[in-house]
């Protein structure tokens, strides 16, 4: 990751392994096929998708069911560094 580029793979749940609390903390926006989503859970730019949140549904260990979306990925800083 450099200074101007936001991960390639991030995750907003600390157990995960593409968890980073610094692309985190400095503010991280993602455009999916074009429109600003507010909701990404999780997100792969070489892959081409996002997981959003499915309602508020949860699972049986009480976290929140997501869907996957695939499509055009675009990350971005909200802030500069």
Known sequence: MTAATPPDRLSVHPD???????????????????VEKTNVEEYSVAEGW??????????????????KLKGPVEPYFRDEA
């Open 50 to 67: 996002i997981r959003v949140a499915a309602g508020g549904a949860k699972d049986r260990f009480g976290n929140a069911m997501t869907l």
């Open 16 to 34: 995960s392994p593409h968890y980073d609390e610094a692309a985190l903390t400095r503010g991280v926006g993602v455009r999916f096929k074009g």
